[in-house]
C-alpha cells in the first residue's frame, strides 16, 4: 500500500504560477511511475504529467502543458512535484497525484486531489 498525499493548489492569476507536492508513504519501494492527473467539471480526468520514480528519465507531458508544467522528484523526500508556470484558465482543475507499482500496469493509488484556479 501506498499512501499519497497532495499540497500546493489555490488561486492565481493567469499568466501565474503555482508548485504542487505530492507526498508518498508506506510502500515507497513500489513505486514504478509517479504521475499528475487532472479534472475539470464536467470533464474526464486527464493524465498531465509523469516520470519513473526511481530510474531516471524523460518525463512524459500532456500536449497542453508542454513547455508550461514541469515535473520533478525529490526521492529523500518521498515527493514529486508539478511546477506549473504560464497558467492559463483551462488549467483550472482539481488535480490529483498518481502512483503506479511497479508490479501493475496502471496508477492504482491516487491522493486527495487539490483544487487549481486560475482566474482571467
Known amino acids: 500500500q501506498v499512501q499519497v498525499v497532495e499540497s500546493g493548489g489555490g488561486l492565481v492569476q493567469v499568466g501565474g504560477s503555482l508548485r504542487l507536492s505530492c507526498t508518498a508513504s508506506?510502500?515507497?519501494?513500489?513505486?514504478?511511475?509517479m504521475g499528475w492527473f487532472r479534472q475539470a467539471p464536467g470533464r474526464e480526468r486527464e493524465f498531465v504529467a509523469g516520470?519513473?520514480?526511481?530510474?531516471?528519465?524523460?518525463?512524459t507531458y500532456a500536449d497542453s502543458v508542454k513547455g508550461r508544467f514541469t515535473i520533478s522528484r525529490d526521492i529523500a523526500k518521498s515527493t514529486a512535484y508539478l511546477q506549473m508556470n504560464s497558467l492559463k484558465p483551462e488549467d483550472t482543475a482539481i488535480y490529483y497525484c498518481?502512483?503506479?507499482?511497479?508490479?501493475?500496469?496502471?496508477?492504482?493509488?491516487w491522493g486527495q486531489g487539490t483544487q487549481v484556479t486560475v482566474s482571467s
Open positions: 498518481g502512483i503506479q507499482p511497479s508490479d501493475v500496469g496502471h496508477y492504482t493509488y
Open positions: 508506506g510502500n515507497i519501494f513500489s513505486i514504478n511511475t
Open positions: 516520470a519513473t520514480w526511481w530510474r531516471s528519465g524523460s518525463p
